[in-house]
């Protein structure tokens, strides 16, 4: 049924066209990862702490002290579009 | 039916550092676009973030301030969405783990405001629209930037005013902002809804995004608690809904809503550690606070200072540090009090005195103050050395001296410029003799302008009276 | 062939020039490169930059001084093309280059390419590249493994003495399996990530492929270290690893968990790892029982927080700032039409997989309960560690498949990570070693230890290296 379909509304969240055929095979393929991942969901894990690292000191901080930045030539260099030392991009249909 | 107001305040403030958030761009106002730029605040592939600690110390210092309780771990998160203003397509903030839990902020006129959560994140850059495309300058992209949310305790669009400017006066009493508003570094969402009054009726609540003055916020809230009273008595239904400020129509109007509903698929960002922040740590930075506004306002009122001289000088830490010290160095508090917020203030605001870093010290308002109130001193003479201390700087009787302005209490001397000034105003004089009191104004300020007022004004005015033989 | 050390000290020697190993690699890569497509990038001016290298030989230069190099294509090289092996980045110059390759260069390391890889390192046999698969120097009809393909390649066929890769499931330690050479996966923050393009940060480590273990040695030891760009880099020093291999393994105990022999392993892989168990024994190790009984959950969690995080690190290739724009109508369109044709099937594929468990209402059965998998399976190997020093297991279930042979089934192709993976979820340190082949296929071994033990690991990868040759 169209409206369990889940890739639609992933694709546009992650800003992806998709092809007719490929969004198919992306259902079929997300199905069956998802069904797999399903094992997960039998094992009791109450009262695990998910943290994935143990807080750090603030020895790892960075001192405020300013470095070296890139010249736009180099930082935007491989730019789509510029105007001079600016990044330019689409204008957006609602707010024109 | 009876409306009352609920509105509740994101503020945001661009923290004042040297280097942006995480990575070693200066953090700098007015540089030509895209000047601090580097892989990690241009999200170039393979580029990590390196948190500041300047910039998470500021936001303890902040939070502690609203009163907040600071977590012993806090942790940045993810917050996915798509703009060509945000170069890794999320923004570094905090979720579940902010840097300030529970404050409160005392409000100038009473009233007391729950901040809910202090959040620690980047800014984005910024993008300006032009016709058919955007250009975009990410130099303030990375920016270190707080966000303080209240809790829905505002309950009209003053009392929403008066929250934001307090907080960004505790904001400037810790230093941790320059506060521009018109740099945009310090920028508001407001959330209002309506409901009748002495009910806990949740209605659709209505936010209005980006508001950068004080001015339009009262004016968009006001503005839009009536749109949603009159929708009300029309018996129509309030959309929850994104709305923006348009100043120059006076009117808030629907912004475009993104073709999909937001999520923002929130994760512990994982190229950042969490950060433990010891007991000590924050106990050595909440003691080595300054006493802030809401203290400032309680103590100066014990006092006895007048409600609008008290506003005055808690308004800003140096103001009130240099009232502080002015009764430190012996000054009558009141009297403290009126100069600093009047014949002071008026030079802070012709800009010929820089409170901040005042030529005119503390301790020499406070002995002007003891040579007005001795007599040595009249109050015209008094606020001319005042005038020539803030400009030069030096102590007050060598100021007096140099300036000619000690008192003259000489009866002889004060005769003779009395005799003067009735010799080259006859008229007035017999203007006087007719019993025109007018003319007795004017002939003491005559005597004034000859003496540079340095003549008690009941001595000249008894002298003129015996001379003209009344 | 010939070690890294060798080649070094030909070069000390004055036996060989930072040019001749030059010469010679691009003779060898003329050879065969066109059947097995390793590299997508070679340095145009790497004959001159070795001319330079042996001109400014300082006295005592390193090991690795003069002696070229290949890395993967997902780490910055300043003023080389770094593809990620996409359309998106096809035409890509960084001006940067990652803490690794920089670290490398100061030591008078010679860049010589840029190596294939599946797209953004998602997949196990590098067929995943848009442009165009690399193939197993052992057999060209099979997969060279992946991501680090070509890394895996260029060392295993004779191209280069050592090449950098990266981990996040086990894209070192399967290749080098798959085409009988060593690869090292060092501890999570062991080495800089920065300048590597993020697949799923947590789990993403740089990795090296070489001919032998002390290769390896010294290859980490030229890499690794504290690195202010990278908060998750850690902050200890760097141990003597070679002074270390040379205390032998004697006396260090090690454990073979049931778990990673099971089904599913093929009978001639798991009859090696238990010919090598036996082998150490008798070099004088002590073997214990130890038991992972999470193990076969590993891969779920993996399928769920490696996409998680990739859909959010991918998130800044979108046509703007650099890489392929697709001029829409508008900003959304372009948007989409940049992202939809630069992406590649399988890389799409994850970054739906990991915003659907992102998203709302899916977060908690998701993402967190993978953590809390991980959070076990890492309080489950620190147990285990407490009784052994290392793990001993296959490195992958199978030997290199045919070309083309799972690139249609995702799970299929995911199994191969199956044994990898969980070094990758707990952080270890982990290393592939080749054993005896099987029906003419490189065979891998893989030891485990427990993070940060990157010294004790290569003393008994040593160790079983020599037993098993």
């Known amino acids: 049924m169209a409206e369990d379909r889940i890739v639609p509304k992933l694709a546009a969240l992650a800003r992806l066209r998709l092809e007719p055929g490929e969004a198919d095979r992306l259902e079929r393929d997300l199905s069956s990862i998802l069904h797999h991942v399903e094992r997960l969901q039998s094992l009791d894990m109450q009262g695990v702490d998910a943290a994935l690292w143990t807080a750090g000191g603030e020895e790892r901080l960075r001192p405020d002290e300013p470095g070296e930045s890139l010249a736009v030539e180099d930082g935007l260099g491989c730019a789509a579009a510029r105007d001079g030392r600016y990044l330019i991009v689409p204008g957006m249909r609602e707010e024109a | ?470 | 062939m010939e070690t890294l050390r060798d080649a070094a000290s030909r070069l000390r020697r004055a036996e060989a020039t930072s040019g001749s190993l030059v010469e010679a690699a691009f003779s060898a890569i003329e050879a065969r490169e066109a059947d097995l497509h390793s590299f997508l990038t070679l340095l145009p001016d790497a004959r001159e930059a070795a001319e330079e290298l042996d001109r400014a030989r300082p006295e005592g230069a390193g090991p690795l001084y003069g002696i070229p190099y290949a890395a993967k294509d997902n780490l910055m090289t300043e003023g080389v093309r770094t593809t990620a092996a996409s359309r998106i980045l096809a035409e890509y110059v960084p001006p940067y280059s990652a803490t690794a390759i920089e670290r490398l260069t100061a030591q008078g390391a010679l860049l010589l390419g840029k190596t294939n890889l599946d797209e953004f390192a998602m997949g196990s046999s590098t067929e995943h590249s848009a442009f165009g698969p690399s193939r197993n120097p052992i057999d060209p009809t099979r997969v060279p493994g992946g991501s680090s393909g070509g890394s895996a390649v260029a060392v295993a066929a004779g191209f280069t003495h050592y090449a950098l890769g990266s981990e996040t499931g086990g894209s070192v330690r399967q290749p080098a399996a798959f085409c009988g050479c060593v690869g090292l996966k060092p501890s999570y923050g062991r080495v800089s990530r920065y300048g590597l393009i993020a697949f799923a940060s947590s789990l993403d480590q740089i990795g090296t492929l070489t001919r032998d273990v002390r290769d390896a040695a010294v290859v980490l030891a030229a890499i690794a270290g504290r690195d202010a760009h990278d908060q998750t880099s850690v902050q200890d020093a760097v141990p003597d690893y070679l002074g270390a291999i040379s205390l032998g393994a004697k006396g260090l105990r090690f454990g073979v968990p049931q778990e990673y022999i099971g089904e599913g392993v093929a009978p001639a892989i798991r009859d090696e790892v238990l010919r090598a168990a036996d082998l150490l024994e008798a070099q004088g190790l002590t073997r214990r029982d130890v038991r992972l009984p999470h193990t076969p959950y590993a891969l779920d969690a993996y399928y769920i927080i490696a996409p998680a995080e990739a859909s959010s690190n991918l998130a800044r290739f979108d046509g703007m700032r650099y890489g392929p724009r697709a001029e829409g109508d508008d900003l959304l369109e372009s948007y989409k039409s940049s992202r939809g044709e630069g992406f590649g099937a399988e890389v799409k594929r994850r970054i739906l997989l990991g915003t659907y468990v992102l998203s709302a209402g899916y977060y908690d059965t998701y993402y967190l309960r993978a953590q809390r998998l991980r959070a076990l399976l890492r309080q489950e190997f620190s147990a285990a560690f407490a009784d052994v020093d290392v793990l001993l297991t296959p490195t992958t279930p199978t030997t290199a498949f045919e070309i083309g042979a799972r690139v249609d089934d995702p799970l299929a192709m995911y199994m191969a990570d199956a044994l990898t993976i969980p070094a990758n979820l707990a952080g270890l340190c982990a290393i592939s070693v080749p054993g005896r082949p099987s029906e003419g296929l490189p065979v891998g071994l893989q030891l485990m230890a427990a993070p940060m033990r990157e010294d004790v690991l290569l003393r008994a990868a040593a160790a079983l290296e020599e037993v098993v040759r």
Not at chain 2, 298 to 327: C, H, K, M, N, W
């Open chain 2, 1 to 470: 039916m009876e409306f009352e107001t609920v509105i509740g305040l994101e503020v945001h403030i661009e923290l004042k550092t040297r280097t942006k958030m995480f990575c070693s761009c200066r953090n700098e106002f007015g540089a030509p676009p895209n000047s601090h730029i580097c892989p990690v605040c241009l999200g170039l592939p393979g580029a990590l973030p390196a948190p500041n600690g300047a910039a998470i110390e500021a936001a303890i210092r902040m939070a502690l301030g609203l009163g907040c309780e600071i977590s012993e771990r806090t942790r940045f998160d993810r917050k996915n969405y798509f703009y060509p203003d945000l170069p890794k397509g999320y923004q570094i903030s905090q979720l579940d783990e902010p840097i300030g839990l529970d404050g409160r902020v005392l409000l100038p006129g009473g009233g007391e405001v729950r901040i809910s959560r202090v959040q620690l994140e980047e800014d984005a850059g910024k993008l300006q629209h032009e016709a058919g495309r955007a250009v975009v300058d990410f130099n303030r992209a990375g920016v270190p930037l707080l966000e303080i949310v209240s809790q829905p305790d505002l309950s009209s669009p003053q009392e929403a005013r008066a929250y934001w400017e307090e907080i960004r006066r505790i904001a400037l009493y810790l230093g941790v902002t320059d506060a521009r508003m018109e740099e945009g570094s310090v920028r508001a969402d407001a959330n209002i809804s309506l409901r009748p009054r002495g009910t806990n009726a949740l209605n659709p609540r209505v936010e209005i995004k980006n508001m950068n003055s004080f001015r339009f916020l009262e004016r968009a809230l006001t503005y839009e608690a009536d749109r949603q009273a009159e929708i009300y008595r029309t018996s129509g239904r309030v959309a929850q809904e994104t709305r923006g400020w348009d100043d120059p129509r006076g009117v808030t109007v629907p912004q475009r809503s993104k073709e999909e509903s937001q999520d923002y698929r929130y994760f512990p960002e994982p190229d950042l550690l969490p950060l433990a922040l010891s007991r000590a740590r924050v106990d050595a930075l909440r003691d080595a606070l300054p006493k802030l506004p809401a203290d400032r306002r309680t103590a100066l009122a014990a006092a006895g200072i007048a409600e609008e001289q008290v506003r005055l000088i808690a308004e800003s830490r140096p103001r009130a540090e240099y009232f502080d010290a002015a009764v430190a160095a012996g000054a009558a508090p009141l009297e403290a009090a009126k100069w600093i917020t009047g014949e002071l203030a008026r030079l802070e605001n012709e800009g010929a005195f820089d409170v901040s870093a005042p030529k005119a010290e503390p301790a020499e308002l406070a002995e002007l103050l003891r040579q007005v109130d001795g007599g040595a001193l009249t109050q015209a003479s008094a606020k001319q050395v005042l005038a020539e201390l803030v400009a030069e700087g030096g102590t007050v009787a060598a100021t007096a001296e140099r300036l000619g302005l000690v008192r003259l209490d000489d009866r002889d001397a004060v005769r003779a410029e009395v005799r003067a000034a009735i010799q080259e105003n006859e008229k007035a004089a017999q203007d006087l003799r007719d019993g025109k009191e007018k003319a007795m104004s004017f002939l003491v300020g005559q005597v004034m302008r000859r003496t540079r007022g340095r003549v008690a004004p009941d001595l000249a005015k008894s002298l003129i009276e015996e001379e003209i033989g009344r």
